[in-house]
């Protein structure tokens, strides 16, 4: 899928803003707006809602800031009529987690899943002068969603129906139209799709490109530009391939964009003209070892959320830059989508910075009594997750927009099918092997795949490491597990299972993906007490001491990047706070602590494994 572009041919009409907004009458799953058809006519007894933003935030009232069911949104909007040879694209960026939208009245689409941009052809719906658009969202999630909810229903004598929808995750249930909401006029016979891949040889940069178009008609001619604006290779054809004399390759930190300028001409005429930016670089896991550009690369970064204040997980450029301007001035090279895809801008923004990405579609809490899991509870009475979740359907949909979206991206590295799934337990393999296959397959540059795997009692009979191209290890020795003033304990454990996997899966690269400790900014002791500054300094550089023993580590991705809005409970106060840096992204102690560590350790050439 395209991003929207403005270019000679194409045009953006934004409809982000203050829109109209209200909660549907009934809680639940069953919306009375939907049964009386309140599309049908303007909403009454609305509030305004900016868009983009999460709406939860939006309310001083608990019980407002965590309803759970369907919501409202509408505003009107006026558009030139299309030409004959025009069409007009109505674009969600996202709509958190199932929405439903009405033109004037009509329904015109509906999408399951809020992470990825979905669009409808609204050319012949449009009328002359005033349009209303209409979207019902409803943010409810149990187990047949991508997050993973427990959704329950419940009539309580002489208090009446209660409803409650809590998250199998540690992470708020923002909801809302969070991404940006675009008017789009293109040419009808246009550029749908483009597929890039790029390799090198020696100096010499290699680009395979397809062009999808809505017709058979017209010629294409592709150009490379590069960031002197200079045109360095040209081709005609819907597909080819090209070579660019004297390449300069995409790496970590150091990154490089072509752009493949697609023109389509009919009978000399020029219909559509489309940018894609991308980047010539090479990915590989080979001899257990992660490669970009043929060398050892070291994943320095974190794991972290589309996560601030007010904004809640809404698309926001200014925090967008400043968090990836921190990352790099701490000399991290890379992070985790974790745990869903984040915004087109945030991608675009990875590219131009040299960011190393690791892409990950929203399969978090796939697992059955999660905190039962996390916390010692009794599962013998609960359900069988593999045979309790009915995600699978809508698992390989959500990869495939992925990866559909995201494919040319240079800054991604490798695909996530998963976070912390119950992975250790009968079918997790049955489920898991098809959709790893399914990104390998589906994914033109053929990248590496992976799903992150969660620590628990049973990790030594993991059944889905194994199918994984690299071992992404959430570990929490030292906090978690053996959490406290014997830290040297702990980092016994973490060596031992070290040991266990460079046994049995020797040739598998192994990144963690998430290690942290809860820290309470200001927070202070002089001993090796839990939640201080001095103790997330201790628990960090415990675990690197231990990192840096065993070549086949490849890489470190701190959990978390700064502390970040969860549900209520009592292992939370006001949120996660395993952040580096809290929410307002001010640094803890241990960030210093890593800065000076990342800055000495290179993005490329280091720690090759003895062989």
């Not at 395979?208 to 045109?231: C, M, Q």
């Not at 495939?400 to 079918?427: A, F, L």
């Not at 500054?533 to 701190?558: I, L, S, T």
């Not at 890593?594 to 290179?602: C, G, S, V």
């Amino acid at each position: 899928m395209l991003y929207p572009l403005e270019t000679e041919t194409r045009n953006i009409h934004s409809l982000d803003g203050l829109w109209r907004f209200c909660f549907d009458a009934r809680e639940g799953r069953d919306s009375e707006g939907l049964e009386k058809e309140i599309y049908r006519a303007p909403l009454k007894e609305t509030i305004s809602m900016p868009v983009p933003s999460a709406w939860n935030d939006m309310f001083e009232d608990q019980k407002d800031r965590e309803f759970c069911g369907w919501v409202w949104y509408e505003r009107e909007f006026s558009l030139a009529p299309p030409k004959d040879d025009e069409s007009l694209i109505l674009r969600f960026g996202s709509a958190t987690h199932r929405a439903k939208v009405f033109l004037n009245g009509e329904q015109i689409t509906e999408h399951t899943g809020g992470f990825t941009p979905f669009e409808a052809d609204i050319t012949g719906r449009v009328k002359k002068g005033t349009n209303r658009l209409t979207v019902a969202l409803c943010n409810i999630l149990d187990f047949s969603t991508l997050p993973v909810g427990n959704y329950k229903e419940e009539e309580i004598p002489g208090w009446g129906k209660v409803v409650e929808n809590s998250p199998n995750f540690d992470f708020f249930n923002y909801a809302g139209l969070q991404r940006h909401i675009l008017i789009y006029r293109v040419p009808r016979n246009r550029i749908t799709d483009i597929t890039i891949l790029s390799d090198f040889e020696g100096d010499q940069g290699i680009v395979d490109y397809n062009v999808d178009l809505t017709s058979s008609k017209g010629d294409v001619l592709v150009e490379v530009i590069d960031e002197e604006s200079r045109v360095v290779a040209s081709q005609t054809g819907q597909r080819s391939s090209l070579r660019i004399g004297k390449v300069t390759l995409w790496n970590p930190r150091k990154a490089y964009l072509y752009t493949l300028r697609v023109r389509l001409t009919e009978g000399g005429v020029l219909r559509d003209v489309y940018d894609e930016s991308f980047g010539i670089r090479r990915v590989e896991v080979k001899d257990g070892q992660f490669l970009i550009n043929g060398r050892p690369f070291y994943f320095k970064g974190f794991g972290k959320h589309e996560d601030s204040a007010v904004r809640g997980r809404a698309v926001d450029p200014v925090m967008n830059l400043k968090d990836i301007r921190l990352i790099k001035w701490m000399g991290g090279n890379s992070l985790r989508t974790s745990h869903y895809c984040y915004s087109e801008e945030y991608m675009r923004l990875c590219d131009r910075e040299g960011i190393v990405v690791i892409d990950e579609v929203p399969a978090v809490g796939l697992m059955v009594g999660f905190g039962a899991a996390m916390h010692s509870g009794d599962r013998e009475k609960m359900p069988k997750t593999w045979e309790a979740m009915k995600t699978a359907d809508h698992h390989r949909d959500v990869i495939g927009e992925m990866i559909s979206r995201d494919k040319n991206h240079p800054s991604v590295v490798m695909w996530s099918v998963g976070n912390e799934p119950e992975s250790w337990t009968e079918g997790a393999d049955e489920y898991f092997g098809p959709l790893l296959d399914l990104a390998r397959k589906i994914d033109p540059a053929g990248r590496p795949a992976t799903c992150v795997l969660m620590q628990n009692r049973s990790g030594r009979e993991d059944l889905v490491a194994p199918l994984t191209d690299v071992l992404c290890l959430n570990r929490y020795y030292g906090w978690y597990f053996s959490g406290g003033a014997r830290l040297d304990r702990a980092m016994t454990y973490l060596a031992k299972e070290l040991d266990h996997w460079h046994e049995t899966l020797p040739d598998k690269p192994i990144i963690f993906t998430e290690y942290g400790a809860d820290t309470v900014a200001g927070l202070h002791d002089t001993g090796t007490v839990m939640f201080t500054e001095e103790y997330q300094v201790r628990y960090y550089q415990a675990n690197h001491d231990v990192f840096d023993r065993y070549p086949q580590v490849a890489g470190e991705q701190a959990w978390n990047f700064a502390d970040f809005a969860t549900s209520q409970g009592i292992i939370r106060v006001q949120g996660n706070k395993k952040g580096l840096f809290t929410r307002e992204r001010q640094p803890k102690q241990a960030v210093f602590t890593l800065k000076e560590r990342w800055e000495a350790i290179p993005d490329l050439g280091w720690k090759k494994p003895d062989r």
